[in-house]
């Protein structure tokens, strides 16, 4: 999956930094149905294959904030926009990972219910590199700004805006939603999130293609 020679330098790359004393953090970015999640997995995997425990994941979508916010906010139809993040809680999580003091719990995002569960993963200290997965992570715009300077190393999926609206599309039918909800979640949310990621991200020190 993916650009393989490129997801080959960047194994090369963070292997190369794994190997002091100081955590790395690399941050993989990438519009939604971009096929994020799965190249991080496939990362921390081919990571952990050269050594145990050498990587772990940290998803973005575990740091939605709750419909309970969402909804009285107006803001549930663009859930999965930049706003619809807590930031500064993840800047806050990446800043303990980086400190590397302690096991840090993190939260996992169910999709099947759309709910964020606090807690519901422990990365251990000793874990040498976090690979944070999710659209916004490299936004070039507050408060986003503020997470760049805690990444090692960055990385930005690229698919073609069509590929993207099929998978999108088929994402949305899984859940067996009206077709006519799943016309407006691409067109009102899902879409304009993913080109906002294209044009308003800084540029990555990786760029995978993945269509």
């Not at 190997?19 to 149905?33: H, Y």
């Not at 939603?177 to 044009?199: H, K, M, Q, S």
Request: with cysteine; aromatic share 6%; charged share 20%.
């Amino acid at each position: 999956m993916g650009d393989t020679d490129t997801l080959a330098q960047l194994l090369a790359a963070i292997t190369a930094r794994a190997g002091g004393s100081d955590r790395v953090i690399v941050a993989l970015a990438g519009p939604p149905g971009s096929g994020k999640s799965t190249l991080a997995e496939a990362l921390v995997a081919a990571l952990n294959a050269k050594a145990p425990d050498m990587a772990a994941v940290l998803a973005m979508d575990g740091f939605h904030y709750d419909d309970l916010y969402l909804v009285p906010a107006g803001l549930r139809p663009r859930k999965g926009a930049p706003q619809t993040f807590d930031v500064c809680g993840l800047y806050h999580t990446l800043s303990r990972l980086r400190a590397r003091d302690d096991a840090v719990a993190v939260p996992v995002f169910d999709r099947q219910i759309e709910i964020a569960r606090a807690g519901a993963r422990l990365i251990p200290a000793h874990v040498p590199v976090i690979v944070v997965e999710g659209n916004w992570l490299l936004l070039n715009q507050p408060p986003w700004t503020r997470l760049h300077p805690l990444y090692d190393l960055t990385a930005m999926v690229e698919v073609p805006e069509p590929v993207l609206r099929q998978r999108l599309a088929a994402r949305w039918q899984g859940y067996e939603l009206p077709e006519a909800e799943v016309t407006a979640r691409l067109e009102a949310n899902d879409l304009p999130n993913g080109r906002l990621v294209r044009d308003g991200s800084i540029s990555a020190d990786f760029r995978i293609f993945n269509g």
